[in-house]
């Protein structure tokens, strides 16, 4: 390792793992990269430094015709496949990704901006965990379901956010083929590149031409996506705002919908709580993935006896915490996933200053190019608060205090939102009773943004519909008779 220091006091350590990038992708339809009928691309940046990566096809409403109606013709084949031949191209695309892990890994932190930290072991380990897991049920649908007939849907059309982006294809995909569906994926605009590599993965594993189909495009291609008569079921990971828009679509047809939407989750610290454990968790909870994360612990609600040395603790903390590039093996915030996104966390950041809030920032550098934000803490504002009650989706934590178990669990309830949560406390008794009061579909005890394909995720009220993962995640792909 080199011993110079840079201008964040560190000594750097870059990946050297060199991805190549096309200059152009096509769309990945029928079991190969075709071009798009417009003759439409759109670029995707990488946020470390706003620099172009690469070129990417706009599906047209012709190109949309076509994936679905490839989803479609593979569908009968697939779907009369014993259980235990899908499970087999599942676990070979499993085991080619975890062969092409590296690769994958840093074109993700290329494309989205997040630490290759993360997406090197989290991220990637976990889409390879996803994918041998479902292909585990795959020949295993009537001990999931004992006593029913089990039948697949049809085409699901599938479209996914750009916070997680592999991840987000593995968590729709794998069980969408374990139960016998095709699919048609789109990605989100700012981070297509690993899930065009996972079509080029795929390809590889010999999947049958058609079983799997990725457009890119923009929110237009996911609404067309959405309205095509041919596909049979829709699942969305993304905004509420979005989500309800598809929900009002899908309405007066017979798609079958599951929604994984925003949240705005408590992470609530009990006076009895490991303090210094807490405060990992209270970072992890909202600083992973710089904050673009739904299930992330955005709202701290301390019991006021121990607010003021846990905030001096958390305060300490925060500005360890390296910022910058996202290669860097040592950075724990990469770049903001896009200008725009950027520009509403800041937006987020003024708002709380009007309301009247403290905003703590660490002294630290951020680089001069691309898209950052500093680690942000917030206290002093009101339940009402705009910051206290939206999703900001950046690294940004307001933090309440609490005097009794009751005015926590009613403070954590006051949203709209019921996605998850997490409770740090030294008492058993007080952990389960406080997780089970709380609306919400994914609750952490001294712990927090543990995932595992085993475990049911969803949310409840505006978080979402259905679940993913574990043998729910099955559900929302499977007709049972
Ligand atoms: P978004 O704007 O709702 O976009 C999500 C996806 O939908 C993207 O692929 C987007 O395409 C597409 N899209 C946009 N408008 C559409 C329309 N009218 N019809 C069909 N598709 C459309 O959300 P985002 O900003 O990418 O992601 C952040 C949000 O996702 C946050 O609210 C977060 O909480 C939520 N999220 C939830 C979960 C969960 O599991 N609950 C997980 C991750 C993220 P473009 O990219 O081209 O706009
Ligand atoms: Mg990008």
């Not at 929110?219 to 699942?235: F, N, Q, S, Y």
């Not at 390296?322 to 937006?347: C, H, R």
């Not at 002093?380 to 690294?395: C, D």
Request: aromatic share 10%; with cysteine.
């Amino acid at each position: 390792m080199s011993d110079f220091i840079s201008d964040f006091g560190y000594s750097p350590a870059p990946e050297r793992t060199k991805v190549a990038v096309k200059e152009r992708y096509g769309l990945f339809i029928g079991g190969d990269f075709v071009l798009p009928s417009g003759d439409k691309y759109f670029p995707t940046y990488n946020p470390a430094n706003g620099e172009k990566l690469s070129e990417v096809s706009e599906a047209s409403e012709e190109d949309v015709d076509r994936a679905v109606a490839s989803a479609k013709d593979a569908f009968e084949g697939w779907s009369l496949l014993p259980g235990r031949e899908r499970g087999k191209y599942l676990f070979r695309i499993a085991r080619l990704i975890q062969e092409r892990s590296r690769e994958l890994a840093v074109l993700e932190t290329m494309d989205g901006g997040k630490p290759i930290r993360e997406s090197r072991d989290i991220d990637i380990p976990l889409v390879a965990a996803h994918f041998f897991y479902y292909a585990g049920w795959a020949d295993k649908l009537e001990y999931a379901f004992p006593m029913r007939k089990v039948s697949p849907i049809g085409v699901a059309g599938q479209i996914i956010p750009w916070n997680f982006p592999l991840l987000m294809a593995a968590w729709k995909i794998a069980p969408a083929l374990a139960a016998g569906n095709t699919v048609v994926l789109k990605p989100a605009e700012t981070t297509p590149l690993t899930a065009l590599r996972l079509g080029e993965i795929i390809a590889e594993a010999g999947l049958p031409n058609g079983v799997v189909n990725i457009i890119t495009g923009g929110g237009r291609t996911g609404e067309l996506l959405v309205k095509h008569p041919g596909v049979d079921k829709i699942a969305f990971t993304g905004s509420t705002e979005v989500g309800k828009a598809i929900r009002r679509a899908a309405a007066d047809t017979g798609k079958k919908v599951t929604l994984e939407l925003g949240g705005k989750a408590a992470n609530i610290v009990f006076a009895d709580a490991p303090l210094d454990q807490a405060v990992e968790g209270i970072v992890n909870g909202i600083f992973f993935n710089q904050g673009h994360v739904c299930c992330a612990g955005s709202r701290l609600l301390v019991e006021e006896s121990v607010f003021e040395v846990l905030m001096r603790k958390l305060r300490h903390r925060v500005s360890t915490l390296i910022v910058g590039d996202p290669l860097d093996k040592n950075t724990d915030i990469g770049a903001i996933n896009s200008e725009e996104q950027l520009s509403k966390i800041k937006y987020y950041i003024s708002l709380a200053e009007e309301e009247g809030g403290e905003i703590f920032q660490p002294d630290v550098a951020i680089p001069q190019r691309g898209w950052w934000c500093k680690p942000t803490v917030i206290t002093g504002l009101s339940q009402s608060s705009r910051v206290v009650q939206e999703e900001i989706f950046g690294p940004v934590l307001a933090v309440q205090t609490f005097r009794t178990i009751d005015e926590a669990i009613l403070k954590a309830n006051n949203t709209p939102y019921g996605l998850s949560g997490g409770v740090w406390s030294d008492k058993g008794s007080k952990v389960f009773r406080v997780t089970q009061a709380i609306k919400a579909g994914v609750m952490w005890g001294n712990t927090y943004n543990k995932f595992d394909p085993a475990s049911p995720f969803g949310g409840y009220k505006e978080s979402g519909i259905g679940r993913e993962g574990g043998v729910f995640g099955l559900y929302p792909y499977v007709q049972l008779s």
